[in-house]
């Protein structure tokens, strides 16, 4: 990533505040060619980051089979009468392939959104944005230990199956060896995943996390004039899309 990117340099919030934005304009433009235009917009965004490659992998693990049998089941279930192309009792209706183009190109902005936040966003300076507008610091470290559970747990997995390696298991191969390398790593990873918790409990506890008294942070966030003037903006495309959508 560039230090001195401008899109790395925004206040989380006002990254946030775009992957709403995208979210909330794609249920009040009803059109696939915008939700794809939205898509378009995350990946120039993405690749002005730098952050291109692990974006599209992203995308493509976490939303390509969603989207493909969510646009099939659309395509050969939803009600209509111009049936394109029929295979015994399934039919493929024009009226099924736009609704799923819709649904599936929707989800695929949102998800686009909403993977390039994570992406250029580190988890840290969102909980600090939202703690700074008023969020309690216990909701704060819920949100942080929930965003940072699954990478955390990844990384430990890793560790204990490099371990499980070097002791002579073998942990490559078919889906069975494979399957039988995981299982001896269940028991370590809850473990370590309890002493891990235990050990945050007590680290918060000497922090005197559980005080009334107001909380102070060395850790500052500081806004720019985009941070100022991009919100303002994607609330007013908002409520042009919905104006345009009343008198459309």
Not at 170 to 193: D, H, Q, Y
Request: net charge positive; proline share 4%; charged share 15%.
């Amino acid at each position: 990533m560039l230090q001195h990117n401008w899109i790395l340099s925004l206040h989380p919030l006002t990254k946030f505040y775009f992957s709403l934005s995208i979210t909330i304009s794609v249920f009040i433009v009803s059109s696939y060619w915008y939700a794809m235009a939205m898509f378009g917009i995350c990946l120039i965004l993405a690749l002005w980051a730098g952050v291109q490659k692990a974006f599209l992998q992203n995308v493509l693990l976490a939303l390509g089979f969603l989207l493909i049998v969510l646009f099939l089941m659309q395509a050969f279930f939803y009600p209509g009468n111009q049936v394109i192309w029929k295979l015994g009792f399934l039919s493929m209706k024009a009226e099924g392939i736009h609704y799923g183009l819709i649904m599936a190109t929707r989800i695929l902005a949102i998800g686009s959104a909403f993977i390039l936040f994570f992406k250029i966003t580190a988890v840290r300076d969102f909980v600090k944005a939202l703690e700074d507008i008023g969020l309690p610091p216990m909701g704060a470290y819920v949100v942080l230990s929930t965003l940072q559970i699954i990478p955390e747990m990844r990384k430990q997995s890793r560790v204990i199956m490099d371990a499980q390696r070097a002791r002579g298991v073998e942990t490559e191969g078919n889906v069975w060896v494979r399957a039988k390398a995981f299982i001896p790593i269940l028991t370590p990873l809850i473990l370590s995943s309890i002493a891990s918790t235990e050990e945050r409990a007590i680290t918060l506890e000497s922090r005197a996390f559980l005080t009334k008294n107001k909380k102070t942070s060395l850790y500052k966030l500081s806004k720019g004039p985009l941070d100022h003037v991009l919100p303002i903006a994607f609330v007013v495309i908002l409520v042009g899309l919905l104006i345009g959508r009343v008198l459309g």
